[in-house]
């Protein structure tokens, strides 16, 4: 007589069909995909960022092509480099990628976002300072005279001047007065002091609404690894000694960088 078979026993855990084990490992993948997808969209999110840096603006802070993990949480302050969305017309038409793919994974962070619509420069004048050119070239904020020399560009042991056309602001409220650390190649704040609009040097101001966050390292390529620190320079720099004007104050600009 045959040994009868218990029913039972053909469903217990390990005696499935390969097709089963299959399926079972396709969902299990799918999950896991899924779930880093969501980890990756929130770390992008609410976390950091990468950019990659698309001129020689920033030079030698930054080179061509750098890889920059951009902070969004802990803010940031006078002297620190800041990734911002183009606050009006400051960029020149472009061309935004269509491959899908690489859309996608930007998206989640997976690649750096190497989209056109971002800036990235370093922070001069906080809302409320007081930001002037000196009679000798360089920089004063709140009647203190920066010293750049830390992180300015420099050429065969030649550095730029801080600046080269004068002027004399206060930063309005909510916005941010910013400048490229190679002064020579960065059409920045400083450049749209002397617009002319229906408020005179509005678009010279970053809104800090518009600030994606803070550069906090390179991460790529591997032989320019660094993180940032805030140059020694603007720990001297006082507060404003005044509420930030709800207009930008020009008390002198004239056309130019």
């Not at 890889?67 to 302050?77: E, H, N, P, W, Y």
Request: glycine letters at 8%.
């Amino acid at each position: 007589m045959e040994p009868m078979t218990d029913p039972i026993d053909d469903a217990r855990p390990g005696t499935r069909s390969f097709g089963g084990r299959l399926l079972g490992w396709l969902t299990e993948g799918v999950l896991i995909l899924v779930g880093a997808v969501v980890i990756a969209t929130l770390l992008r999110t609410f976390v950091g960022q990468m950019f990659v840096i698309p001129s020689g603006s920033m030079e030698n802070t930054l080179q061509v092509n750098d890889r920059v993990l951009v902070a969004k949480f802990g803010g940031f302050q006078r002297g620190d480099v800041v990734v911002f969305e183009d606050p009006g017309e400051w960029l020149a038409p472009s061309t935004p990628s269509t491959n899908p793919v690489k859309i996608a994974l930007e998206f989640v962070g997976v690649l750096p976002n190497s989209g056109t619509e971002h800036l990235i420069k370093r922070v001069i004048g906080m809302p409320g300072d007081h930001v002037r050119s000196t009679d000798d070239g360089k920089i004063e904020v709140n009647g203190a005279v920066l010293d750049e020399t830390a992180y300015l560009y420099s050429e065969n042991g030649i550095q730029v001047a801080p600046v080269t056309v004068p002027f004399d602001i206060v930063v309005p409220a909510e916005r941010l007065f910013v400048m490229g650390d190679h002064r020579n190649a960065s059409a920045d704040s400083r450049c749209r002091l002397a617009e002319v609009s229906q408020t005179p040097g509005d678009r010279a101001f970053v809104p800090v609404s518009k600030v994606v966050g803070a550069a906090v390292a390179i991460v790529a390529p591997l032989d320019r690894l660094a993180t940032f620190s805030l140059p020694q320079t603007f720990f001297d720099v006082p507060a404003a000694d005044a509420p930030a004007p709800e207009e930008p104050e020009l008390i002198h600009v004239e056309p130019g960088c």
